[in-house]
Structure formats: structure tokens, C-alpha cells
């Protein structure tokens, strides 16, 4: 009876809806010299968006800024900066 009742929540939890499932990317920018310059920028449909720029850093590391959005199921926004570099990775909010 257990494995019936488990069988039946696991079906309602694959079948529920969810509206991440048929997000599309909208906006995909990639750039990248070679040198270790590069730039990226995404935006789905569901708007999570990240945009960043990376340089080389002084010990063969990527060193990046940049900034990213994601919606919370009750329709807030958060939105963060950040930086990786010789410091570490730093992230604020907007």
C-alpha cells in the first residue's frame, strides 16, 4: 500500500506543471578573441538573464565582472553583481 501511495506522489510530481520546463533561450551573445578576453550575454524566457566579461588575469586565471537575474516563484526578482579575480568571487545585490 506504501509503495502505491509513493508511485501515486511521484506521478503528480513529474506531471505538475511547471513553468521552467518550456523556457526558451532568447538571447545568446557569445565573443571570445583567444586571448582570454571574452564577453557573454543569455536571456531566457522564463527572465533569467547573466551577462559577463572576462580578462586575464595577472596569475593565468579568467578574472570576470559581470551580473545576473532570476525570478522567485512568487514573481520577485533578484538581481546580483559580481567579480572573480585574484580575490576570490565577490557577489552583491542590485
Not at 506522489?9 to 583567444?34: F, K, N, Y
Not at 586565471?61 to 520577485?76: A, E, K, L
Request: proline share 6%; aromatic share 10%.
Amino acid at each position: 500500500m506504501k509503495l502505491v501511495v509513493l508511485a501515486c506522489l511521484m506521478t503528480l510530481v513529474v506531471a505538475a506543471p511547471r513553468p521552467d520546463r518550456d523556457a526558451v533561450t532568447l538571447v545568446d551573445e557569445r565573443r571570445d578573441s583567444g586571448d582570454g578576453n571574452f564577453y557573454y550575454r543569455f536571456e531566457t524566457s522564463n527572465d533569467i538573464h547573466e551577462e559577463r566579461v572576462g580578462t586575464p588575469g595577472v596569475k593565468g586565471q579568467s578574472n570576470m565582472v559581470g551580473s545576473f537575474r532570476i525570478p522567485y516563484p512568487d514573481g520577485t526578482v533578484a538581481e546580483f553583481s559580481f567579480v572573480a579575480d585574484e580575490g576570490g568571487y565577490r557577489v552583491e545585490p542590485l
